[in-house]
């Protein structure tokens, strides 16, 4: 019998002996009428069936085994799946489960056979009954010996590493083909559907955030307010909700959080060898990783993720997480083309869930970490759509960051790569179509920003993005660092400057998007922190635990150590935080930027799971004076919304009170000519906003801005009629201390129209009119 015409029933395997049982598989429709939430293991309403479900194109057999225990035991039961159009499927009783011995939690895991490996009636675990080649013409990859993850799994029980088991060659295809891995991969867990609840969702415009980018572990392991067994949790996590409201923070981006290999990273806590700290290698799209959870037992991450993010809710905080779906953690080769490892996607359908090559032996790489997500394909993108589905609408999330996304925009399935922007078809325009970019005004809506970056190909898309993505703005962040730290070596104009700090309009404004859709950072997690980009001439990557070894990190960070000053490098830092939060477009700063945390010039930290790299909350003098210049900053921004323009600024007067809604000028006071603007000797540049035209309580705002390596004298333009200037702050090293920005109230009057002000060297000046 051809195997797609198999009876429609559910062998049961029970040790060596086969069971034929009719009447407990309920066969699916067709699948174009399947939804494809209904992946994965279910409950019935009456909790008294559980239905597996799981696509494979090119599978002739899937089974379901299931087990009481998560490892170190056989299976107690094996189901052979059901096919209807590419879905197989069947729904078991948990009255038979309970027969054979499955009682509590129900740990799962699948076997597949497909044409390299058809199903052979001699095949028993770690056989190679069957086998034809590890990888065939079409790419096919299946190998029954190796148990694999549900990738609709709402959690899985470990990761393939573990402390008891840190070797992973034995899930490699190749030499290992018939090591079974039964007893000790991770599996599946069916859950009962989440009940608890996260709060009521922000509807903040995001024009409106302030984003702090942060390690969930990181944020707390390292706090002694926190007790003990909380630190580097969930729950740790959500007791910080109420500091980063009190910081200013409106938006927390969590580095990723879904199920990731790091179960091994304790075993030496002095090594570093396999670590992978920041979790950008997804084991599961749906699970949250159980490592983070105080309440590891199944179900308590799913819960303690919830509860999470309602304190972060409550705190009127949105939680935005960080996204791997471009590759995944079964990696690339590991050897020769026969050797890879088979955890779930490439065991299931290989060619369905990876870009490979024309002749489908190897992965398509634009990601230098194993090979593209075949983001392409239509089952491909059903996944990442239900995934963000599930993190928006069950776990609460309020946004999204896609890690190297411009790979979401692909259009080429194998052998070649191809971004488009406009193609529907993507994943990028299927994401933001099934769930809408949240409005300009604010309102109910996802937050979506890109990595707008890869490798190779036509992957760099910085300003390209569809309509509903914002971008991390990569020329925003090395424009600021160059005019900082390369005078004299690199050319950065006026011009330059004025294009990042008034929104990028030459890169979202001719495609219909706003100056909120630039993400603005000066640093982030990948690369420097912010102490050590104005602290490090280069990264120092190879030095003793816990700030290395770590291999990797670019080259060119467009630091400078600000010639050792440690005054200097602390007013550089100023300048670079200033300038965030006075620029239009939305910014994101770095978790433990505003004390100043830095890791030694390692500018690559991925794999120090170390506290050396974990936030630290015992702040010297210095660093306490930067965390309140930090959060005086945010909260200036907060009150201005003329920072926070909802369409890009024009100079022309909109409302008739004779001043521009944003004007530049010169350090004279002039405007600037098209010499000046693009003159890259010219260091400095200063501009005035009318706060009339934006409904904000200053009538007027002006920032000056020296880049000079010495004094500049800045003639003032005239502020708005009746009205006079005063500081908020002035970056130099004379006014370092707790109040080198003013409070409200507390500014100090510097003068009219043609009153001079002196800026000393590499300092910025905010003024506003009173």
Sequence with gaps: MHPRLRLMAVTMLVGTTAVLSAGVVTAPPARAAIDAQSLGARHNAAAGTITFRVH????????????????????????????????????????????????????????????????????????????????????????????????????????PRTPARPDM??????????????????????????????????????????????????????????????????????????????????????????????????????????????????????????????????????????????????????????????????????GDKNTYNLFSWRGLDNPTYYSLTADRQSPWDNTGVGGNYNTANPVAQNLIVDSVAYWKNTLGVDGFRFDLASILGNTCQHGCFNYNRTNGGTALNRLVAEMPARPAGGGSGVDWIAEPWAIGGNSYQVGNFPAGWSEWNGIYRDTVRRDQNKLGVDAVTPGDLANRFAGSSDLYGDDGRRPWNSVNFVVAHDGFTLKDLYSCNAKNNDQPWPYGPSDGGSDDNISWDQGGVAADQRKAARNGQALLMLSAGTPMMTGGDEHLRGVKCNNNPYNLDSSANWLGWAPGTDQANFATFTSRLLAFRKAHPALRPVNFYTAAD?????????????????????????????????????????????????????????????????????????????????????????????????????????????????????
């Design 56 to 159: 494979s194109a090119a599978a002739t057999r899937i089974a379901a085994y299931l087990y009481s225990a998560a490892t170190g035991a056989q299976e107690k039961a094996s189901y052979v799946l059901t096919e209807n159009s590419d879905t197989f499927a069947a729904t078991i009783s948990v009255a038979d489960l309970a027969a054979h011995g499955i009682t509590g939690t129900v740990y799962y895991g699948y076997r597949a056979w497909g044409p390299n490996w058809p199903y052979d009636g001699a095949w028993t675990k770690g056989s190679t009954a069957g086998f034809r080649s590890d990888v065939d013409s079409a790419g096919n990859r299946f190998n029954p010996n190796k148990l694999l993850i549900d990738p609709y799994a709402r959690e899985i029980s470990h990761d």
């Design 654 to 770: 909109t409302n008739g009170n004779g001043l521009g809604q944003l004007v530049w000028f010169t350090p004279a006071g002039t405007t600037p000519d098209a010499a000046y603007w693009a003159d890259a000797n010219n260091h400095a540049l200063a501009w005035r906003i009318d706060g009339s035209e934006f409904g904000d309580p200053a009538p007027g705002i002006y920032v000056a801005y020296n880049g000079w390596s010495s004094d500049v004298t800045f003639t003032l333009p005239a502020p708005p009629a009746g009205r006079q200037w005063y500081r908020v702050t002035d970056t130099s090293t004379w006014a370092e201390g707790p109040g080198q920005v003013a409070t409200p109230g507390g500014e100090t009057l510097i003068g009219g129209a043609s009153a001079t002000y002196g800026l000393r060297a590499r300092g910025l000046l905010l003024l506003v009119a009173k």
């Design 169 to 334: 060659s034995g899930y490699r295809s190749g030499a290992n083909r018939a090591i079974d891995t039964g007893t000790f991969a991770p599996k599946g867990i069916v859950l009962t559907p989440a009940t608890g609840g996260s709060g009521t969702k922000p509807t903040r415009a995001f024009k409106d955030d302030i984003v702090y980018e942060v390690h969930l572990r990181g944020l707390t392991r390292n706090d002694t307010t926190i007790a003990a067994a909380y630190r580097g949790t969930y729950r740790g996590a959500g007791l910080k909700a109420v500091y980063l409201a009190s910081l200013g923070v409106t938006a927390v981006e969590f580095l990723p959080v879904q199920e990731t290999q790091n179960d091994t990273h304790d075993v030496d806590p002095t090594s570093t060898a396999g670590d992978n700290y920041w979790g950008y290698m997804t084991l599961n799209y749906f699970a949250p990783d159980r490592r983070y959870a105080y309440d590891k037992s199944p179900g308590g991450p799913t819960a303690e993720f919830q509860a999470m993010v309602k304190a972060y809710h409550d705190a009127g905080i949105k939680v935005l997480v960080d996204v791997v779906y471009n590759h995944t953690a079964e990696e690339g080769p590991q």
